[in-house]
Nanobody, 123 residues
Framework: QVQLVESGGGLVQAGGSLRLSCAASGRTFNSNAWGWFRQAPGKEREFVSAITWRSATFYADSVKGRFSISRDNDKNRLYLQMNSLKPEDTAVYYC?????????????????WGQGTQVTVSS
């Protein structure tokens, strides 16, 4: 049974930083694309960042230059370093993995999901 578990969320002041982690179990994702998505209250889930199996990275315009995605294939883990956080970054953050190697931005194309971790940025 595949399981993705996020951690590292919390409450931070604007301008601060957080590092999210996602631990996978049940199968390895060394050859798969991973992604981070987020959902704010009253809004649809949106793409944040994704990484290919070769560690090519992709970002939403709203987080480019502030967030950094990375992966550790040995540990079967995904990370999201979030710097210069803004109140509008407040959301539940989800990690997701695809059975495919290709990165996409549509959450409907991801096969495995974590339960989410809350990130709250105060002004």
């Amino acid at each position: 049974q595949v399981q993705l578990v996020e951690s590292g969320g919390g409450l931070v002041q604007a301008g601060g930083s957080l590092r999210l982690s996602c631990a996978a179990s049940g199968r390895t994702f060394n050859s798969n694309a991973w992604g981070w998505f987020r959902q704010a209250p009253g809004k649809e889930r949106e793409f944040v960042s994704a990484i290919t199996w070769r560690s090519a990275t992709f970002y939403a315009d709203s987080v480019k230059g502030r967030f950094s995605i990375s992966r550790d294939n040995d540990k079967n883990r995904l990370y999201l370093q979030m710097n210069s956080l803004k109140p509008e970054d407040t959301a539940v953050y989800y990690c997701a993995a695809r059975k495919s190697m290709a990165v996409v931005r549509d959450d409907r194309d991801y096969d495995f999901w974590g339960q989410g971790t809350q990130v709250t940025v105060s002004s």
